[in-house]
């Protein structure tokens, strides 16, 4: 068995969540029977009676209870009869009703939802809500999609016997960038106030003033500062919150919706597209429970607008003496071809993050089979580990241990070097819900402040540059307190890291470093992610904290952060790394990968991000094929850019918008956004989601996947893919993680790679 630093390798990804699934025992929930409208039905013991009509099909109207947060009863739209079976078989019922998101299942309950008196208290609660609410439906942009406007047509009055003149209140105040807030429509169900409170926990809102008074402000009258704001707009029940991005745009019944993925980051969130006539118009939260269980962040919500960009890119360009002028998909193949034919080290390709899989397999195909080269590359960072030093291959640790959905299940999660709300925004709140619902103990390593400090059992702020002492530190005490076992060279390598000597070093003092390193075991979860590569030393400080979740037989967790940075990983778009994150090294499994692709893979190692700059900047890379990312937006070096691009012999850029890249281009590619093609993305945790498509790509604008295809075919003419579908089946066969990943398997959550669901 292969041998690491850490002794045996034997604690890769599937071993440990294997035992973890074998180790799981039967879980039972203890039940109650109660009756709804005299159907008797049993329900978990203490469900919220809300919930528990639900299982009949019914519905219980509501304002102010979400699922997702504490009920509170302030709105009392909820209310229903309750009453107790008696031992001669009759109900008696409680004099007054009750409120049925407050109320949990008992054993004998009967409750009512359809009596005179339920409907008579409904009509109360809403003839009351609508003494002050606007009538102003026509203009509101919640209008059609209303929950007040849906109950009042159900359970409310017909008519109001108030005639006294209705409150005025200020209307379209700008609460913040995102987010109007028009308070003569607030009904005081303080949902956007519990919502910063227990979700998001910056705690932005508050009620000002009591009574008819009462209304959610921004903190101290401050801008609303959060990075989820645009949840409030969805969760509230009228239209006092509404986009100020989406105002007056669009009506719900002349938009067409469609569920899609996000892909600003590599959270993989589940959203609803709407776009009104051909164009996009909004992005609202869709409910995936392993994922964003329903929430969005505001870079997901309101950062779509490149689709309705002004600088869409619609036609294929080649440049001529004069500038661009538009060419033939014909034409700008055939030029590509002639500059790419020299093959080998001399043409490279680097790709962006918002590729979808099917894309970025054909495109690392097309390199190594027409092409004969390795020069491929995704990853922008200041650092990038090599094949030969990563945690799979060295030490047995999978780089990916627990779906996003564990973590609340986690009694400790350690977030090292990671500012978690900005990097992982959704992964944010689930670590939050970890802390605020489960009682998860969250340790911050950082050298600045982050979101996470609010809520952490422990801050630990080290000096700048000092995280490889850091993560040797906490190894250290793992190893001296005995929870750890390494061999004796890795023991005596960590001797100047010991809690007191590493003091100078990180400025953390000894007994916090203990306090941490007791904490971590098999309950407890390990937070770093790809923003590591911008520090000092990551390998050092990826192997310690890799080394001390091994040792302790805690979960490991180093998350991409581009969209489908993770599918690239997976699909070999990596110089040392093939389809199946295998070895280029490996002679038996690049043959093997080689025949299943149909070609014969080139056995040296290609050029990085950085190494294949420098090398067009030195004129050895003579042509230069960028895909969906701008490497002056990209890549920290900007001189070192501009010489390669300058020099670079022949420079396609293939991208969704206008990039400054294009300026030194040769030839330019029209490519279709995300949700305007069929194709599957790659979260990080390795969850696999198909995204079916929206939007039509604007003008001759194509798939990445159908370019390659077709510069594939055209290359080493062959049988050609039709459909992306096709590509993921060979991905299936080339890279067995994928094998649950076709098309047919990718409804609902998506699919797991590594895991058995």
């Known amino acids: 068995m292969p041998q690491g630093r850490f002794g045996r390798k034997d604690f890769g990804y599937t071993v440990i969540v294997r035992e973890k699934h074998m180790a799981a025992a039967p879980t039972t929930t203890e039940t109650v029977t109660i009756a709804i409208n005299d159907i008797e039905i049993a329900v978990p013991k203490g469900e919220l009676i809300v919930e528990s009509v639900k299982r009949l099909g019914l519905e219980i109207p509501i304002f102010c209870y979400h699922p997702r947060m504490k009920a509170v009863g302030m709105c009392r739209m909820c209310l229903v009869e309750v009453g107790f079976k008696q031992p001669d078989g009759s109900v008696r019922k409680m004099p007054k009703p009750q409120a049925g998101c407050t109320l949990p299942a008992s054993e004998g309950m009967a409750i009512y939802t359809d009596t005179e008196m339920v409907h008579r208290d409904r009509r109360g609660v809403l003839e009351f809500l609508l003494v002050n609410h606007p009538l102003d439906c026509p203009i509101c942009d919640r209008g059609g999609e209303c929950p007040l406007q849906n109950n009042t047509i159900f359970y409310g009055p017909s008519t109001s016997r108030f005639t006294e003149l209705k409150r005025h209140l200020p209307k379209a105040f700008p609460l913040s960038q995102y987010v109007t807030l028009d308070l003569e429509r607030c009904i005081q169900c303080g949902r956007c106030v519990r919502f910063t409170e227990e979700i998001s926990g910056d705690a932005q809102l508050a009620f000002r003033f009591r009574g008819a008074n009462m209304q959610p402000s921004s903190f101290q009258l401050t801008q609303f500062e959060s990075k989820f704001s645009g949840n409030v707009i969805e969760i509230c029940p009228v239209g006092a919150l509404t986009s100020t991005k989406y105002r007056f745009r669009a009506r719900p019944w002349d938009l067409e919706t469609k569920p899609a993925l996000c892909t600003l980051c590599s959270n993989g969130c589940n959203v609803w597209f709407d776009y009104r006539a051909g164009r996009f118009v909004r992005i609202n939260g869709r409910t995936n429970e392993a994922v964003n269980e329903e929430w969005t962040c505001d870079k997901g919500k309101f950062g779509h607008d490149f689709y309705n960009s002004t600088t869409r890119l619609t036609q294929p360009l080649m440049r001529g003496t004069d500038g661009f002028v538009t ?421 609902g959550e998506g699919v797991l790679l590594g895991h058995s669901e």
Not at 635 to 655: C, I
Not at 713 to 721: L, S
């Open 327 to 747: 060419a033939t998909w014909a034409a700008v193949y055939e030029s590509l071809l002639a500059a790419f034919s020299v093959g080998g080290n001399e043409v490279a390709a680097l790709c962006g993050g918002q590729i979808a899989n099917e894309g970025l397999y054909l495109l690392q195909k097309l390199f190594r089979s027409a092409f004969r080269s390795n020069n491929l590359d995704h990853r922008w960072t200041r650092h990038l580990v090599p094949a030969a030093e990563r945690l799979a291959t060295k030490m047995g640790v999978h780089a990916v241990q627990t779906p996003i959905a564990d973590f609340e299940r986690k009694k400790t999660i350690l977030i090292f070097g990671s500012s978690l709300a900005d990097e992982e925004p959704i992964l944010f709140l689930r670590v939050r819900k970890a802390w605020f619902q489960h009682a998860a103990r969250v340790i911050v390593v950082n050298d600045s402040p982050t979101d996470v400090d609010s809520f952490a059992h422990l801050n630990l702020h080290f000096k700048p540059g000092s995280e490889t002492a850091v993560a040797n530190s906490l190894l250290a005490a793992a190893v001296e307190s005995g929870a750890a076992s390494v061999p004796d060279a890795v023991r005596e390598s960590l001797r100047p890291f010991s809690p007191e000597s590493a003091v100078a070093l990180t400025g953390i003092p000894a007994e916090t470093v203990r306090e941490v390193a007791a904490m971590i075991g098999r309950d407890a979860a390990i937070i770093t992610t790809h923003a590591l590569l911008d520090r000092n030393s990551p390998q050092d400080t990826l192997e310690s904290l890799a080394g001390l979740a091994m040792t302790t037989g805690a979960a490991f967790n180093f998350f991409a952060l581009g969209a489908n940075d993770q599918g690239a990983e997976e699909l070999g778009v990596l110089p040392d790394r093939l389809p199946g994150q295998t070895d280029l090294r490996n002679d038996s499994a690049r043959a093997e990968i080689g025949a299943a692709m149909g070609c014969e893979i080139p056995l040296s190692p290609g050029l990085g991000t950085h190494e294949t700059l420098q090398a067009c900047a030195d004129g050895r890379v003579r042509a230069l094929w960028l895909i969906g990312g701008d490497p002056f937006a990209l890549h920290p070096d900007r001189a070192l850019v501009t010489r390669a691009l300058e020099n670079v012999e022949f420079l396609v850029v293939q991208d969704v918008v206008e990039t400054e890249a294009m300026g030194y281009a040769s030839v330019v590619l029209p490519m279709e956004a995300p949700a305007e093609q069929d194709g599957t993305y790659t979260n990080f945790e390795r969850r696999v989601q198909r995204m079916a498509p929206v939007l039509r790509g604007p003008g001759e604008s194509k798939a990445a996947w159908r370019i390659f295809s077709e510069v594939m075919f055209r290359a080493q003419p062959q049988t050609p893919f039709f459909n992306p579908g096709e590509v993921m089946e060979e991905i299936a066969r080339v890279a067995p993680d994928f094998a649950s990943a076709t098309y047919p398997h990718l409804a």
